[in-house]
T-cell receptor, first 117, second 115 residues
Framework: KAGVTQTPRYLIKTRGQQVTLSCSPI?????VSWYQQTPGQGLQFLFE???????NKGNFPGRFSGRQFSNSRSEMNVSTLELGDSALYLC????????????????FGQGTRLTVV | DAKTTQPPSMDCAEGRAANLPCNHS???????VYWYRQIHSQGPQYIIH???NNETNEMASLIITEDRKSSTLILPHATLRDTAVYYC????????????????FGQGTILTVHP
């Protein structure tokens, strides 16, 4: 089956602009999480969506936001871009994440490489 | 989620077994040990997970000590394509609470497989 698809793969933006990244989860997966990876900070959790609701959020400023659609596809947006936002942005999908359910493993996409100049 | 400690780097000869250790001394009874790896510039890839019994799949074996304070990921016949950063992560078995969807990655172990 198709894996997690992230678009675009590469993006160059100018400081002050905004950007929208897209993630299509594996068919049937209801949970989508986003991560930022930089050489200095490593992989850091941004937020997680399930059934169009944000259920968990990492320690990032409000310039980072996201949403999930009824078909589980998700987008994340970064407004007023800063040089430090240059990173690999990764999306992961999971089959089921309800309280009391057994965790299932997360599957990651290839990421979107964002460069802010 | 409990904190994990891994060596920053390891080397392995191609064809030999690669044994990657992970310490998780504060693990609680309902927490699983997960392993992921990340090949350069790609998204992390799930490898294996376990609670207390040893586990094996087509990619690797996971050995968890009896006290569950440490574990070892074993790649039985390492190839050059196994060169990657390997992450050991401890997660609550219950998908609810404040840890929804969150994987806490440490720095991992850079495994280099040599010809």
């Amino acid at each position: 089956k198709a894996g997690v698809t992230q678009t675009p793969r590469y993006l160059i933006k100018t400081r002050g602009q905004q950007v929208t990244l897209s993630c299509s989860p594996i068919s049937g997966h209801r949970s989508v999480s986003w991560y930022q990876q930089t050489p200095g900070q490593g992989l850091q959790f941004l937020f997680e969506y399930f059934s169009e609701t944000q259920r968990n959020k990492g320690n990032f400023p409000g310039r980072f936001s996201g949403r999930q659609f009824s078909n589980s596809r998700s987008e994340m947006n970064v407004s007023t871009l800063e040089l430090g936002d240059s990173a690999l942005y990764l999306c992961a999908s999971s089959l089921a994440l309800l309280a009391g359910e057994r965790r299932t493993e997360a599957f990651f996409g290839q990421g979107t490489r964002l460069t802010v100049v | 989620d409990a904190k994990t400690t891994q060596p920053p780097s390891m080397d392995c000869a191609e064809g030999r077994a690669a044994n990657l250790p992970c310490n998780h001394s504060t693990i609680s009874g309902n927490e699983y040990v997960y392993w992921y790896r990340q090949i350069h510039s790609q998204g992390p890839q799930y490898i294996i997970h376990g609670l207390k019994n040893n586990e094996t799949n087509e990619m690797a074996s996971l050995i968890i000590t009896e006290d569950r304070k440490s574990s070892t990921l074993i790649l039985p016949h390492a190839t050059l394509r196994d060169t990657a950063v390997y992450y050991c992560i401890v997660r609550d078995s219950n998908a609810g609470g404040t840890s929804y969807g969150k994987l806490t990655f440490g720095q991992g172990t850079i495994l280099t497989v040599h010809p």
